[in-house]
T-cell receptor
Framework: SAVISQKPSRDICQRGTSLTIQCQVD?????MFWYRQQPGQSLTLIAT?????????ESGFVIDKFPISRPNLTFSTLTVSNMSPEDSSIYLC???????????FGDGTRLSIL | KQEVTQIPAALSVPEGENLVLNCSFT??????LQWFRQDPGKGLTSLLL?????REQTSGRLNASLDKSSGRSTLYIAASQPGDSATYLC????????????FGSGTQLTVLP
């Protein structure tokens, strides 16, 4: 199965700043997704990262707050912009290698905003 | 609305017990269902994937079943060990979705030595 590397693993940031999270996969994958897991909660999909075009965002998430890039089939970034304490969460990248294949997740980025 | 529910939210058992975790979903039109494990502060580890045409999948001490018509799945863990302590998440890929998973809220399992 695909090996997913996510960086940074954790960070503590100041209110109002932005942080870019990277997700690198060791093979080309069709689908890449970004999820958020708020403290004590399950996972919520932020967006689907589309190669070569704009990401598809879920209800409640907007491009200005969570810009996403996907320049190729092995790499994506998620930026959390103008951060506030409410953005303190674990952010996870996942990939699907193809239809009928399981989705696999990176180890996540634990983000704390002061 | 397509939803996934997991019961119980937390479970504590003595080492060696067999146990069952439950997952229910509101729409029987699914592509597949996946069980994950999450250790505290970590990402998700995929345990088992059941396609919509399958009834069960097994991996070691884990067995997952799927009853699509009733909208239910169970994860059976045999001879539990303290190392099994984690949160177990059920996720469904509903038909008509753009390949994104819908997650349950998880069952936090503690296996006592």
């Amino acid at each position: 199965s695909a090996v997913i590397s996510q960086k940074p693993s954790r960070d503590i940031c100041q209110r109002g700043t932005s942080l870019t999270i990277q997700c690198q996969v060791d093979s080309q994958v069709t689908m890449m997704f970004w999820y958020r897991q708020q403290p004590g909660q399950s996972l919520t999909l932020i967006a689907t990262a589309n190669q070569g075009s704009e990401a598809t965002y879920e209800s409640g998430f907007v491009i200005d707050k969570f810009p996403i890039s996907r320049p190729n089939l092995t790499f994506s970034t998620l930026t959390v912009s103008n951060m506030s304490p409410e953005d303190s969460s674990i952010y996870l990248c996942s990939v699907e290698e193809g239809p009928n294949q399981p989705q696999h997740f990176g180890d996540g980025t634990r983000l704390s905003i002061l | 609305k397509q939803e996934v529910t997991q019961i119980p939210a937390a479970l504590s058992v003595p080492e060696g017990e067999n146990l069952v975790l439950n997952c229910s979903f509101t729409d029987s039109a699914i592509y597949n269902l996946q069980w994950f494990r999450q250790d505290p502060g970590k990402g998700l580890t995929s345990l088992l994937l059941i396609q919509s045409s399958q009834r069960e999948q097994t991996s070691g001490r884990l067995n997952a079943s799927l009853d699509k018509s009733s909208g239910r799945s169970t994860l059976y863990i045999a001879a539990s060990q303290p190392g099994d302590s984690a949160t177990y998440l059920c996720a469904v890929l509903f038909s008509g979705s753009a390949r994104q998973l819908t997650f349950g809220s998880g069952t936090q399992l503690t296996v006592l030595p």
